[in-house]
């Protein structure tokens, strides 16, 4: 077990520096202009242009930046802005967003995950009947309709009905609701319709008919056996979405005016802040592929039949 | 045991003559994979309903813009034609630059059906070929794996911004960007789907008698998978659609001057206030499109399973 933690460790390791790495170049294709904002490219005459991109390191080889970054990396130093926050370092603007965007995404795993995975097992347990019929309903409109739609009338409307406020403000908790709950609903919908669908698949096997016909009641087979098989498939995807609510919502946070992490990647990528560019997609990568990792971990702790050690040697 | 056909009453039953032809009847039963998918699809009203918003929708899409003359681009310049509500001569009225929203809303329908139907085809055409050699080839399993993660690890975003400095900015841009990242969850969810079958019996038997790589792949693994590639191109449409409208929401969608759904809604939510129609009338459109594909892929997706066949 665990070498294969240190293998799966190495192999994440090498996943996070090719896309680092990639990005990093991918950047470096961006024209320079990029870095200026208009009026300073008015102002500047050419040597002066030439100065500040000199001192923003920008002019190197694009191999030199690399270097130059996986150094202050190891360091702990992540860079400063260039155009979003003038020089103000990344890591505290990253500080500074994040928990927004994490207590807003762990509140609504919570809810939603809990609403979600109950809805499923009601969904099952009435397979066609009135219950399965509504969340069906429910499912396919979260699914199907662009989220920006109901998100922008459920802002407008449900604001308007409750009289609360439009946008979020820090100090009135009444105005957290609405984007607590527009956060939840896309991933109780997700866990409804995933856990029905597993548990449907289940009720069909051999050994839940072996159960009922000993005379099982119906309540114990769905919660000890149908359930519990189920959920092993769906546990999987737990972590990857817990830690993920680091990067927000991108919607949700600008229809509420949320100063969360949801618009940073967007408007840095756009604005060419490089540093910061580069530590999001660090910190996601990273956050992306622990959660995978956790995730098969987490199903191996769950189911006990699953051995990890012996699927990788298969190569899977 | 001992016959007792002579105690039966005698005007309830008849003896039948042997009948050949009747026996055979009852050997073999008449069995089309595709026509059963189609009438099992077809019992389902809802699922006809919804098949024909879409036949209508298109219909109205792609016939609409050649056979009008209406320029949805056109402004006009005499103010009191703009924001005008519904009314003859506008249907859906016009917006605040006095253009004819119902030319408009066909126009972005257009465009966007389009964007969803080269995506679907796309994501599923690559994803297909690839997802089954990724599948069937042990030695391409590494490699595609270690892909697949670096692909799903790039933020969205990144290539999004970057494509235009490659490529020009438009409709297919916006194709390359959301096909760079869609097609790898296809090949992906291919690739399980062909590992569960690749050592099925009839398989190794058809690799014993030495049938080429080729052929393995288009015959005997593809036909298995057409019902699910189907029903996610089905379900690519509405989502192709939808990342459009989320796209123009964050800056990064068509350019302005395209006439799209997304950029319709995006415009209207902007004067939602003084103006709900320019924002209900394509949401509306944007919102039946949407579910009409979701819910008749998720059907024949259902038809399509033979366990369903009757």
Known sequence: MGSYILKRLGQSLVTVVIVVVSVFMLLRLMPNSGYFTREDYVNMDQAARTAYLRNLGVLDNPFVQLAHFAGGLMKGDLGRSISLYPRSPVSSIIAEKAPYSLCFGLASIIISMSLGLGLGVLMARHKDGFADWMGTLYVTVVRAIPSLIWLFFIQLWISGLMGWPMIFYLDRPVSWILPTISFSLAGLGWYAIWLRRFMVDEE?????????????????VMRGHILRNAMVVLVQYFPQQILLTIAGSLLIESLYNIPGMGGLLVSAVRQQDNPIVQTIVLL??????????????????????????????KGA | MKNDYAQLPVGLFRPAPFDEAAAELTGYAPYSYWRSTFRTFIRNPISVGLLLVIVVFCAMGFLYPVFSNVDPNRV???????????????PFGTDGLGRDLWARTWHGTRTSMLLGFIIAVLDVGIGMVVGALWGYVRRLDRPMTELYNVLNNVPQPVILVLLPYILRPGFWTIIIALCSTGWIGIARFVRNKVISIRDAEYNVASRCL???????????????????LIMEAA??????????????????GLPLDTVSLGNLVNLGKNNFMLYPYQLAWPTAIVAAITISFYIVGNRFSDASDPRNHV
């Open chain 1, 204 to 220: 069909n096997r051999d050994y839940v008919k072996f159960a009922t016909s000993k005379g099982l009641p119906r309540t114990r």
């Open chain 2, 210 to 228: 030495g049938t080429p790589l080729h052929r393995m792949i288009s015959r005997n693994v593809l036909p298995y998978l057409v019902s699910v």
């Open chain 2, 76 to 90: 006009d310049l005499e103010t009191s034609q703009w924001n005008l509500s519904p009314q003859s001569g506008h």
């Open chain 2, 235 to 252: 379900l690519t449409i509405p989502y192709s659609i939808g990342s459009e409208v989320y796209l123009g929401f964050i800056g990064l």
């Open chain 1, 284 to 313: 996601y990568a990273v956050l992306g592929v622990l959660g995978v990792f956790l995730g098969d971990l987490l199903m191996a702790f769950v189911d006990p039949r699953i051995k990890l050690a012996d699927c990788s040697g």
